[in-house]
């Protein structure tokens, strides 16, 4: 039987001559950091003082011993999941073969060698410029070379992470040793039969052995779900049809459970077990609904039948060093998307294909996933070495990925569509090729052949056809990067676009955070650290123009500037899903930029490099939820996500903020399953000027409107009580207090709120969850609670 040896001890970093300690799977950078060669990158302005890492050759070495025991089997194959990234394999001064793509595995066969294997990493911006100048300059919207080698984009930096372009056997190794013949690839096409009183589900493994020996007479033994089937294999290719009666469904979080079925395929000579494939599935059909109608063109997901409003998140690597992400730590911020009541999370194109661990965890929780393949806001080459580069790696990854149930789009790409028509790189491009023969033609291709159970769509944005603009909101996915650049977030109110694929607003991270990333900065929003941690464009300009539009800016106060920044990006996220939730179902998603952060950033992120929670991420638990109350115009809308209509009443007050009732009435309304009510508002209980505002109460949930900007809204100054206990802080609203915030990672760096903002009318009361606080104490906990103040 097929046995491996892992490779993971006993390596080497050469550089400069010397050598170092080398982990494996890892990377140049986390070498030479827990070497002490380098200072933490993450801190300060450290940065730039290890630039000189990406500019360098590294080579990993190691002694490769023929394994004893493993004698009598025929082959030994050396196996790599992942090189990052331009790399030269040597045994003892033989090559064995050169690699060019981070996002591919590599086989090299050595059978009855031994002695010194070396991994010689070329500089990732060598091997780029090389291809940049054999096929010519290509447009980006950086300008790192990152589109003329496939590697992670996001290395080479963005505008909400740092240069550190790596090198490094970044995923497993190992040595696999075999006889006769193993399992070279496993396609598994997994279909549901449904009718009105069984659900039959079908598994299909479309097998491909290599072989030793041409003669041997070959078969496979597959099960799942109790049913087993034997057949023979002729040739090097087979197909295994499992038909499992009464299969459970899968569905995505919120629509029901999560069953999974293991299968198992065993590759036989005779009675002999010569290799076992394993993987986890799941029963559930996934279609894409991009029917025309009098809105324009959609795109809604419809699973087992059932169309859904997608609660999305974008997802970039966690770490900018990817081989430091855990199974525990996929896990953990995973689950963290899982309590902000996410069901979709997008893979973003500047990434990479993520480990199964990821894929293992949202088959298990329930979270949709929207796989973009790697290209981003970029035009890249289409010729060689690219193109082979480009259709091997999609292959590879498409059947690696085809069991997860999880899985339910592949995406050819992010915004570079877009980018061609409105960011001028056509006449740049002058004819040249940018990638449109990937998205429109080699994807689609592949998908096609290997997957053809799961849709694929060109781009995001994009409409559907070259007809129209490819970020029209009518038709398709669309990107608003308006809001935040230049406009208000009022202005989503604008649109109803027929999915939001990209919206978001900056914050910087949690107070904890920034001073772990800064030790000894004075901490205000100019300081060196704070600029070097933001890398948007004039990310400090717009986060002040977006804060005046609507508060009085907070001059010399960091403390202040750092509490409404981030009330500031609540507010706005607030506003466009709010709306766009209201106008289900010709609105059919929305994904937050972003989930998360790969370090201590200010960024559009609801949770922080330091994987604490903003504000933002406990509004999303609200805006998420099933049931949401939010007031559109002059009607209340009563959104309901839920399988059981919601039936209640509607309890309005129009108040003034010294907190007097001046109208009141109650609405009966009823929202049907995954359907939206709109209840008129009583025309005398709309506010009327700065002084007043609307409160809605139904089951639990409220809703407010504010007509005024909070810089011209009279606040009463806030006046609450505070006290504590084990593991809670209490606040007692004597007045209004808005948008109240315990920011308890100021109480001790562990210590975490389960709640974000929260609004007190006078007389009300609301206790706070905090773990990680080991000496309660209210005077500290005072301190540590912000809200909004009256204007000065």
Request: aromatic share 10%.
């Amino acid at each position: 039987m097929l046995q491996d040896t892992p490779l993971s001890e006993g390596w080497i970093l050469r550089h400069e001559g010397g050598e170092l300690p080398a982990a494996v799977p890892g990377c140049v950078h986390t070498d030479l950091l827990a070497a002490g060669v380098i200072p933490d990158p993450f801190l300060g302005r450290n940065e730039t003082e290890v630039a000189w890492v990406g500019r360098r050759e590294w080579t990993y070495e190691t002694e490769l011993r023929a394994g004893s025991g493993h004698s009598a089997h025929e082959q030994t194959d050396l196996v790599f999941e992942g090189l990052d990234t331009a790399a030269e394999v040597r045994l003892d001064g033989r090559l064995l073969g050169r690699t060019r793509n981070m996002h591919r595995s590599y086989r090299f066969d050595v059978t009855g060698l031994e002695g010194r294997l070396s991994v010689r990493f070329a500089s990732a911006y060598a091997e780029a410029e090389a291809v940049r100048g054999k096929l010519g300059e290509r447009p980006a919207t950086y300008r790192e070379p990152f589109q003329y080698i496939r590697k992670m984009a996001c290395s080479f930096g963005w505008d909400w992470g740092p240069t550190l372009v790596t090198a490094g056997i970044w995923r497993p190794a190992r040595l696999e040793h075999w006889s006769t013949a193993r399992i070279a690839r496993v396609r598994p096409l997994v279909t549901v039969d449904v009718d009105v009183e069984s659900c039959l589900g079908v598994v299909e493994l479309a097998v491909e052995v290599e072989r030793t020996r041409v003669e041997a007479s070959l078969a496979v033994r597959a099960t799942v779900g109790g049913v087993r089937v034997r057949a023979s294999l002729d040739g090097a290719s087979g197909v295994v049809r499992l038909e499992v009666p009464d299969a459970r469904l899968w569905w995505p979080r919120g629509y029901g459970e999560q069953p999974l079925y293991d299968v198992e395929l065993t590759l036989l000579h005779g009675d002999d077990v010569l290799d076992v494939w394993r993987r986890r599935v799941g029963f559930r059909t996934v279609e894409l609904d991009r029917s025309a109608d009098e809105h324009g063109t959609g795109f809604t997901f419809v699973v087992n039948g059932e169309r859904l409003f997608a609660r999305g998140v974008n997802w970039i690597p966690d770490d900018v060093f990817p081989s430091r992400i855990t199974r525990e730590r996929y896990r953990e911020r995973l689950a963290q998307a899982v309590g902000a009541g996410v069901d979709l999370v997008r893979i973003w194109g500047g990434g990479i294909y993520e480990s199964a661990d990821f894929y293992d965890a949202c088959d298990e929780l329930g979270l949709l996933v929207w796989q973009d393949f790697p290209f981003a806001c970029a035009a890249y080459p289409e010729e060689q070495p690219l193109r082979g580069e480009v259709e091997a790696e999609a292959r590879e990854n498409v059947v690696r990925l085809m069991p997860h149930p999880s899985l339910v789009l592949w995406n050819g790409n992010n915004e570079n569509l877009w980018g061609f028509r409105d960011w001028g790189w056509e006449e740049r491009l002058a004819g040249d090729s940018w990638g449109e023969g990937y998205y429109l033609g080699v994807l689609p291709r592949v998908v096609a052949e290997l997957d053809p159970t799961r849709p694929y769509t060109a781009g995001s944005p994009w409409s559907g056809s070259w007809e129209r603009h490819p970020n029209d909101p009518a038709h398709g996915t669309h990107h608003s990067w308006e809001v935040w650049n230049r406009e208000d977030y009022a202005e989503y109110r604008r649109e109803v676009p027929r999915f939001m694929a990209e919206f978001g607003w900056q914050a910087p991270p949690a107070y904890a955070t920034l001073r772990r990333a800064l030790p000894g900065e004075e901490l205000v929003p100019d300081s060196p650290g704070m600029l070097h941690h933001q890398k948007a464009d004039d990310g400090n300009g717009k986060l002040r123009r977006g804060l005046e539009r609507h508060f009085t800016y907070p001059e010399a106060d960091f403390d202040r500037w750092h509490y409404l920044t981030q009330v500031n990006q609540a507010r706005a996220v607030a506003t466009g899903i709010e709306h766009w939730r209201s106008h289900w179902p010709v609105c059919a998603g929305t994904v937050v930029w972003q989930l998360n952060d790969c370090w201590p950033v200010t960024s559009w992120a609801a949770i922080d490099g330091d994987g604490r929670e903003k504000p933002l991420y406990h509004e999303l638990r609200r805006l998420y939820a099933d049931r949401l109350l939010t007031v559109q115009g002059r009607a209340v809308a009563a959104v309901n996500q839920g399988p059981r209509a919601w039936t209640g009443a509607v309890r309005l007050r129009r108040m003034s903020v010294e907190g007097a009732v001046i109208g009141e009435a109650s609405v009966e309304f009823t929202a049907g399953a995954r359907t939206v009510a709109l209840i008129d508002l009583p025309g005398e209980l709309e506010p009327v000027g700065a002084k007043e505002f609307l409160v809605a109460d139904a089951d639990g949930l409220r809703a407010l409107h504010f007509p005024a900007p909070d810089r011209e809204i009279p606040y009463p100054r806030p006046d609450f009580d505070v006290s504590v206990a084990p593991g809670s802080v209490t606040v007692t609203a004597r007045s209004l207090v808005r948008d109240l915030l315990l920011q308890a990672d100021r109480l001790d760096p562990q210590a975490r709120a389960d709640r974000g903002l929260v609004t007190l009318l006078p007389g009300e009361q609301v206790t706070i969850g905090v773990s990680g606080w080991k000496t309660p104490d209210p005077d500290a906990a005072r301190s540590a609670l912000y809200c909004l103040e009256p204007s000065r």
